[in-house]
């Protein structure tokens, strides 16, 4: 069996319905699907012969979809191997741009990949890399300090124990390495029952495949870099799966468009520049039907603007979540350890 043919078997592209109602009207341009993973969005857009889509995956495993695609429908489609904070690395001048999806988090066949080690059924060492990483979880686990381990398992999990597991963490790698087994069960012994059927590494397990793909800065710098290239008119669309990524999409969208003022009562001069329109004030969820078909759907949140002005100084928004940044940086420390 091909690697295409078993990594699209089982694929439900999310909101995939409610994607295709808000950008069918712009079609007849270029669409840029940020998250290309198993190509579910791109495949709709390019059912439609007047659209052209420009795809993005760090994963090079994704390649093969890709390829598919490629042959299919030859020029209107183009596959890169980056990461979406280096959008601005492409020369998109000539391309109409109409839209820039992004569909966030690892697919099915990401966490089924045992070898990524995104699931806790995974053995060995450590990974949860996506792809184009500088550092696996298997350094952050071995070799960063506690401090920085309570850090991200605090802001980027929201773990309450974090700072007995980073203790704990800390002491036996004293003793060996720690590999995907060995923090199962730290975890599983200082959480000590499942009081939900949510499993306790869960938020340990999210916190870690966050710092390593460093997905805060992904997520500011690609919504910052695509709004830039954006068009007036173009539309940005995001659909996240938990809380911090989405709290970050909504104060982008949101600070940005028609109706934010500091204050209903302020006058004109202290309004800000008005970047966006948003239409839904509400994100769209997924359908009881479409949470049925694919659990995995479940948190899904798709949020979406249309651009209406250019802007090239994003402080406000780099300030807001400066401090998720910084505890991205800590990633430095590995870098010394190797000088
Ligand atoms: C939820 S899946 C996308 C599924 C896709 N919409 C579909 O219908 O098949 C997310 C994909 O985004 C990719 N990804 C995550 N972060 C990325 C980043 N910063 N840059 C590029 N790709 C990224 C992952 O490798 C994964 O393949």
């Not at 699209?8 to 109602?21: A, G, Q, R, T, Y």
């Not at 940044?325 to 000088?339: C, M, R």
Request: glycine share 4%; with cysteine; net charge positive.
């Amino acid at each position: 069996m091909n690697a295409t043919i078993k990594l699209e078997k089982k694929h439900f592209p999310v909101l995939l319905d409610e994607l295709i109602s808000i950008i069918s009207p712009l079609y007849g341009g270029t669409f840029i699907d940020c998250t290309f993973g198993q190509g579910g969005y791109s495949k709709k857009i390019l059912e439609n012969r007047l659209n052209k889509v420009l795809a993005f995956d760090r994963d090079s495993e994704t390649f093969y979809v890709a390829e598919s695609l490629k042959e299919k429908y030859g020029k209107r489609f183009n596959f890169e191997n980056i990461k979406f904070s280096e959008i601005d690395k492409l020369n998109l001048k000539k391309e109409k741009i109409k839209a820039i999806i992004f569909d966030l988090g690892y697919s099915t066949s990401q966490i089924n990949d045992l070898k990524k080690g995104l699931s806790f059924k995974s053995k060995g060492r450590l990974n949860m890399e996506l792809g184009r990483n500088q550092f696996s979880a298997h350094e952050v686990i071995n070799k960063l300090n506690q401090e920085s381990l309570v850090k991200i398992f605090k802001f980027f999990g929201e773990e309450k124990m974090s700072k007995k597991i980073a203790k704990q963490i800390i002491l036996e790698r004293k003793q060996k390495e720690i590999n995907t087994e060995d923090l199962v069960k730290i975890i599983d012994i200082i959480k000590k029952k499942r009081k939900t059927k949510i499993h306790n590494a869960t938020k340990i397990f999210q916190s870690l495949r966050i710092f390593v793909n460093q997905e805060i800065s992904e997520l500011i710098y690609g919504l910052i870099k695509s709004f830039k290239i954006l068009p007036k008119g173009g539309a940005i669309i995001i659909v996240t799966f938990h809380s911090l990524e989405d709290r970050i999409v909504k104060f982008f969208l949101k600070n940005y468009s028609e109706n934010s003022r500091s204050s209903r009562y302020l006058p004109d001069i202290n309004e800000k520049k008005i970047l966006l329109k948003i239409k839904n004030k509400k994100p769209i969820i997924p359908t009881n039907k479409e949470i049925s078909d694919n659990p995995s759907s479940r948190s899904a949140k798709l949020r979406y603007a249309f651009k209406l002005n250019h802007l090239d100084n994003f402080n406000e928004f780099e300030k807001k979540f400066e401090h998720l940044l910084n505890i991205e940086k800590l990633s430095e420390e590995l870098w010394k350890s190797y000088l």
